[in-house]
């Protein structure tokens, strides 16, 4: 434990954590029914930042760039307006985030990795681009923004200059937020508003970049909160995250969490797990197992697919060259017809080839549409 007094947010905080927060959704489950279930990841994954994005697994939000590259993923503003994110399609029962990443530098940039539920139930790690000296930590229940003391700073070197592990381990009795496995701070069910504004509803992941100093589209306390109206020429503003990990603490055979049961109360014995057959796992860790990428995929392929996609391409090589020797000593000695006819020939092999590849798209080759038309 970090023997830190809780530096509660100040007064300024209390008036503008509606922007904070997200304060809607498109179907909010305590006052509407026919919500849509929300898949479950059912058990643990690691997803390693620096290597492709699984396009099935985490999906962009907004304006901005997302890059994936062997330093990490980066989320990068270079103009008002952006807000680059990315969320995970899978949802948790209480569970367990780690996100290794290095967060924004700017006045007014905020960085973030937090849970959030269709209900509004959130919990936050925060990082200031202006401030060298401090992480932010705060949690929401049912998108209550009132002001009540659930935000809290801790001391901090450097956010923005190395790559930290944050971790929030939350169950439905506390929640606890880490550091490079030093614990900053724990909230207890009964310490937030004797549970009522506990998070306690599936949450999925989100890890995006805002700028909360951009002062066309925030209010003057929250730019201010921010830590001041951001200058748009410093930019490209760049958070990156290299790996993350998420374990679901509700396992064995789920599927989707429900609403079926759900009232306004929000309570986490009223969401309907949803389950499998048995011995089946959920949709989302069957996604995660499978490879992604043109890299994974051809370390995926046995090796006699390997050998033949080799084979079949240095032939080509092979038979091109000679083909082109050929041509050559060919043209030379041939007359106009035969240089003809060789083109002719020159254009069936191509279409052969044509056909090898539509044969290889068409999935005759096992992995063939999406790994061909990548290489
Ligand atoms: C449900 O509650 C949200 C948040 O309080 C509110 O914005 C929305 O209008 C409500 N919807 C219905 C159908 O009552
Ligand atoms: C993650 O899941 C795998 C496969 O179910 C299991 O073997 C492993 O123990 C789990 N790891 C953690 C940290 O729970
Ligand atoms: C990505 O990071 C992991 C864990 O740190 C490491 O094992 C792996 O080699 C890295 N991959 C690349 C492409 O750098
Ligand atoms: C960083 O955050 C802490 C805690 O909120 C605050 O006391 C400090 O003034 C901030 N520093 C800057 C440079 O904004
Ligand atoms: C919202 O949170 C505040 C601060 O904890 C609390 O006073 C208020 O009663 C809560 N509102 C609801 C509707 O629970
Ligand atoms: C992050 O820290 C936690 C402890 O706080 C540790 O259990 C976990 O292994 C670490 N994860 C990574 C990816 O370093």
Known sequence: ???????????????????????????????????????ALGGNATFNFNDTMNDRIWEEKNAGKVDWSDKGTTF????????PMIQSSFYMLFGRLEVVMKAAKGKGIVSSAILQSECLDEIDW???????THLLTNYYGKGNT??????????????????????VDWTKDRIQWWVDGKQLRELKYADALGGKNYPQTPMNIRLGVWAGGDTAHNDPGVVEWAGGETDFSQQPFQMTVQQV??????????????????????????????????????????????????????????????????????????????????????????????????RAQEDKEAAELL????????????????YYNRI
């Open 76 to 83: 990068t503003i270079t103009s008002r307006g952006e807000s």
């Open 146 to 167: 009132t002001y009540g003391n659930r935000g809290a700073d801790f001391p901090f070197s450097n956010p923005q200059e190395d790559f930290h592990n944050y971790t």
């Open 1 to 39: 434990m970090l023997s830190s007094t809780l530096s509660v947010v100040a007064i300024a905080a209390a008036l503008l954590p509606a922007t904070l927060a997200q304060t809607h959704t498109q179907c909010n489950p305590l006052n509407t029914t026919g919500c849509p279930n929300m898949p």
């Open 126 to 132: 925060e990082f200031l681009g202006s401030n060298t």
């Open 245 to 342: 990990y998420a374990q679901d603490y509700t396992t064995g055979n789920v599927k989707e969490y429900s609403w079926e049961n759900m009232d306004a109360s929000g309570d986490w014995q009223k969401v309907k797990v949803i389950e499998n057959k048995a011995g089946q796992q959920s949709t989302a860790l069957t996604e995660i197992a499978k490879p992604h990428g043109v890299k994974n995929r051809w370390a995926a392929l046995s090796k006699g697919a390997q050998i033949g996609i080799v084979a079949g391409v240095a032939g080509f090589v092979i038979l091109s060259a000679l083909f082109i020797t050929f041509c050559c000593i060919k043209q030379r000695r041939a007359g106009r017809r035969e240089w003809a006819a060789l």
């Open 355 to 370: 056909a090898y590849k539509n044969q290889m798209a068409s999935g005759k080759f096992g992995h063939g549409n999406d």
